[in-house]
């Protein structure tokens, strides 16, 4: 009798997706988060940004951007198939923070209130206000008009 490929089960798996991983992992929570993570382009793999969907490996990198400005370096010692307690989930990278200098932070932090006040209130298409005024400065700007 001959096995099916789809029945046999590899002890350890040699690649997972990486929304995946990083929720087993406990980076994050859940693996919308994951997901949602990666579509913010704050997780690279071996340097390049990653989707949700890409393949991780034994030995690849992984650079996560966390909360003020910190980086974050994975080195993927091992896969696991499903959720693990977080002790154990531990032995499945090993960490390496990057620490950031006072003025870099605090170049960061100007960065972040001179981005608020250019970032629109809301997403989609704007209100009339808004047009009216978006208009009105492109009237100011061009000398012809």
């Known amino acids: 009798m001959t096995e099916k490929p789809y ?3 590899p ?3 040699e690649t997972q997706r990486l ?9 994050y929570k859940t693996r919308s988060q994951a997901t949602h ?6 997780v690279k793999i071996n340097g390049s940004v990653a989707k949700p969907a890409k393949l991780v490996r034994i030995e690849d990198v992984l650079t996560v951007k966390r909360r003020g400005g ?5 080195t993927i010692k091992g896969i696991a198939r499903k959720c693990i307690p977080a002790r154990d989930a531990q032995l499945l990278y090993e960490m390496e923070t990057q620490e950031i200098s006072g003025e870099s932070r605090e170049l960061l932090e100007f960065y972040k209130q001179a981005e608020k006040g250019m970032r629109p209130k809301y997403k989609g298409r704007p209100t009339k206000k808004e ?3 978006l208009e009105s400065m492109k009237k100011k700007n061009l000398p012809w008009m």
């Open 37 to 42: 993570a990666c579509d913010e382009r704050r």
């Open 11 to 13: 002890s350890t798996p």
């Open 7 to 9: 029945e046999k089960e």
């Open 19 to 27: 929304d995946k991983w990083l929720q087993i992992a406990h980076i």
């Open 70 to 74: 910190k980086y974050i370096n994975l």
């Open 131 to 133: 047009r009216r005024k």
